[in-house]
């Protein structure tokens, strides 16, 4: 734990998605909310349909939709710090590549997960 889930819209541009990733997953870890690096899994969902709004906007709009995991027992300010910490993080590493291509919204929800939350490591 934490699980990150990136939701973005197709108009959004990441030249190099792992890399991405890894600078999000890099920034949680850098937090010292977490305890071992290999906690954090983040992954990215591509959203193929999108409208913002209730016109045909023709991609002119688009989003990123950051989505944080996290086990129960931290505190709303914990939580409101990784929220901004994301946000920070996101435009830093977009905002040259998007340079334009659409106007962006960037929303990060940090949620706790249920209480009921199974894991099992396979492998080593």
């Known amino acids: 734990m934490p699980h990150l889930t990136i939701q973005m819209t197709p108009n959004v541009s990441i030249a190099h998605e792992e890399s991405f990733l890894k600078a999000l997953n890099k920034a949680l870890w850098d937090s010292g909310h ?3 690096p290999t906690d954090i899994k983040a992954r990215i ?7 913002v709004g209730v016109e045909d906007d023709e991609q002119t709009y688009g989003f990123i939709y950051a989505h944080l995991k996290l086990m129960t ?52």
């Open 73 to 124: 027992g931290r505190d709303m300010v914990i939580r409101n710090q990784l929220a901004g910490l994301l946000v920070t993080m996101i435009e830093q590493e977009i905002g040259a590549e998007q340079s334009g291509r659409a106007a962006l919204q960037i929303c990060v929800e940090v949620e706790e997960i249920s209480a009921v939350y199974h894991k099992k490591m396979l492998g080593s």
């Open 34 to 36: 977490f305890g071992t």
């Open 45 to 51: 969902v591509p959203i193929e349909t999108f409208l």
